[in-house]
């Protein structure tokens, strides 16, 4: 829809028009009382979804810039996520609880009284769901570094056919709760048949979608900045020190690290680090690219216009 939509930590969301050049300012909401938890767009960009610490959940026509509904929770959400594709009878969404372990899936259209509701399918509240509209499936990942796949109301809620696992036993799905790190960002590919995630312990895996299967995983640790510094320097080694700093703030705070994207080809994920916004291809393993690796910024979240 040539949508750009900011939210920021005063509850306050902005639609801007991405023209030929640069982007154009079109409507401004003050959607929330509190800071927004999460932001979700729809598979077609149609629809987006902000939830907020005041407990509520507002809905947007984005191409009318218009807020169509409001739901007010009886408790905190935690993340929104969008859980249909073109032609479902039901535009459907997915919030999951701050406090506990449930999902509760609405009616966009509708009131808030949830449609369904997984109680126990997780253990811990859920902090990142990601829908593939390819097939049809949701993922979602708990605190403890879970991680389940679900559908939504066409397939009545169950464990989706469509992959070639039966057990996650079978899989390397259990990777983040081995490792006791939980995720930051997860990122679908366009063909739907990969995902990958960014997580606490500063490292990209990218796994097979269908089977569960690792297929890569890059080191971003801060460790590995520090000898990639000693052996051939990166950067003044007084930048580097104070960039190093930043980064030890950051994970003494537990600030989320940011999101990670696929460019629409899905062959090369995109990521910010200490050193700059790193694209990688997937494929080749490879680091193509470095952007405003000499700015003075931290980049946090990124979307991509293409």
Avoid at 204 to 222: C, N, P, Y
Avoid at 257 to 283: Q, R
Wanted: proline content about 3%; some cysteine.
């Amino acid at each position: 829809t040539n949508f750009v939509i900011t939210a920021s930590c005063d509850g306050h969301i902005k639609f801007w028009k991405k023209q030929d050049e640069l982007i154009e300012f079109v409507k401004h909401f003050r959607a929330h009382v509190s800071a927004i938890h999460g932001l979700a767009s729809s598979c077609n960009g149609v629809y987006a979804a902000s939830i907020s610490l005041d407990k509520s959940m507002k809905i947007f026509d984005v191409v009318n810039f218009d807020m169509i509904n409001m739901m007010k929770f009886d408790y905190v959400p935690q993340c929104v996520e969008w859980i249909y594709t073109a032609g479902d009878a039901i535009f459907s969404l997915a919030v999951s609880d701050k406090d506990s372990p449930r999902i509760k899936v609405y009616d966009a259209h509708g009131t808030a009284a949830p449609l369904h509701t997984f109680e126990d399918m997780h253990r811990k509240p859920v902090v990142v769901m990601k829908y593939n509209p390819v097939f049809e499936t949701c993922i979602s990942i708990d605190e403890a570094g879970f991680l389940e796949y679900w559908t939504g109301s066409k397939f009545e809620y169950q464990f989706p056919k469509c992959v070639a696992f039966e057990s996650k036993l079978d899989t390397d799905l259990f990777e983040f709760a081995k490792n006791k790190t939980h995720l930051c960002s997860l990122a679908i590919s366009p063909d739907g048949k990969k995902f990958a995630s960014l997580s606490s312990d500063r490292k990209v895996r990218v796994f097979h979608f269908l089977t569960g299967k690792l297929h890569r995983i890059f080191d971003e640790s801060l460790q590995r900045f520090s000898e990639l510094q000693q052996t051939t320097q990166q950067l003044p080694n007084m930048e580097f020190g104070r960039r190093m700093a930043v980064e030890r703030e950051m994970d003494k705070l537990q600030i989320n690290l940011g999101n990670i994207v696929f460019d629409e080809s899905g062959y090369i994920i995109i990521y910010s680090t200490m050193l700059g916004i790193k694209l990688v291809n997937v494929y080749t393993s490879r680091c193509i690219r470095i952007l405003g690796k000499p700015e003075n910024i931290r980049p946090m979240q990124l979307a991509l216009f293409q």
